[in-house]
């Protein structure tokens, strides 16, 4: 019993201190993701920069997540690039660097949805360490389903939070 209790705490402690689902309908979901990190803003923020060092491969087209960059600038792209094929994940909206980063980003099934989904990511100081905050909004038609899809773009985006923001 006293493993499964250790097991539960080590859990807890790999968790966003907060994640959810906040609304969906067949036609929208806002979602959101918090979590401290022990790394400082910078730190975070460059970790941001390098997908390739954070993204689960699972959830990339080519199972590698060294295919993934990241321009950092207005119109700049979040792509994937491998042998046989590429895809932008995300155009950038906005960058105030070490602070927020704002990409249209439909991922994975969403791009072929045809929905608008906007992601912003922010950074701010907390104590010695670091707040992350992902917030994620996405609109479609009533025939999207988005309701249906939310839970598992919720489960992929607290993946990448926790991966985010560990301190390796």
Do not use: C
């Amino acid at each position: 019993m006293k493993s499964l209790v250790a097991i539960a705490g080590l859990i807890a402690i790999s968790l966003p201190a907060s994640a959810e689902v906040v609304e969906a309908s067949p036609a929208h979901y806002t979602l959101k993701h918090e979590a401290t990190s022990t790394l400082a803003p910078e730190a975070v923020w460059e970790k941001l920069m390098h997908p390739e060092k954070w993204w689960h491969p699972d959830h990339t087209f080519s199972g590698d997540s060294a295919n993934l960059t990241l321009e950092a600038k207005a119109g700049g792209l979040w792509r994937e690039d491998w042998d046989g094929g590429s895809v932008a994940h995300g155009q950038v909206l906005l960058v105030q660097t070490g602070e927020t980063l704002r990409l249209n980003a439909p991922f994975g099934p969403l791009q072929g949805m045809g929905v608008e989904t906007i992601w912003t990511i922010t950074i701010a100081a907390d104590g010695e360490g670091s707040k992350v905050t992902f917030d994620e909004v996405s609109n479609g038609s009533d025939k999207s389903g988005l309701d249906e899809i939310a839970p598992a773009v919720d489960f992929v985006k607290g993946e990448a939070i926790k991966r985010l923001t560990a301190s390796d």
